[in-house]
């Protein structure tokens, strides 16, 4: 049976979002992602601006969220991140989620977390509309 180990913390820093409503009977929103921060096992990383979390808003208001972005380890080793999964409001304006995430990385010291079966959690605190906070963990056999 795999145990989860967490890999590691993001805070992720958002701008305002873009939203509409689409003629398919849900809603669209770009979040940009305008920097941040990571910390995982003997590396920490900052958040490159210009990503961005593309979501579909559901007639209840949980998101179906896809984030790519791009990480900067501190020797200068650039990650990509693609998380994709579900926020779901809760009753405080919080919103919590589920996601699974795959990282790109070039050859290297830090290729091993390409390899990495990824699952997160994620949260958006109420009355923050600035920050992300994602938990990533890896699946061991």
Known sequence: MPRLRRVC?????IAEPTEFDTT??????????????????????????GGADFA???????????????MALTDGTLVMVHNAGRMVPQADGS??????????????????LADMMLFGTAF??????????IELWHAEP
Do not use: C, K, M, N
Request: aromatic fraction near 10%; hydrophobic fraction near 35%.
């Open 9 to 13: 913390a993001i805070r992720a820093d």
């Open 24 to 49: 398919r009977g849900h809603g669209r929103a770009l979040f940009p992602i305008t920097g941040g921060e990571a910390a995982g096992a003997g590396w920490t990383a900052r958040l490159l601006p």
């Open 56 to 70: 579909r808003r559901l007639p209840d208001g949980t998101y179906e969220v896809e984030a790519r972005y791009l």
């Open 95 to 112: 919103y919590h989620g589920r996601t699974r995430a795959q990282l790109e990385v070039s050859e290297g010291p830090w290729a091993g």
């Open 124 to 133: 958006a605190p109420a009355g923050d509309p600035d920050h992300v906070f």
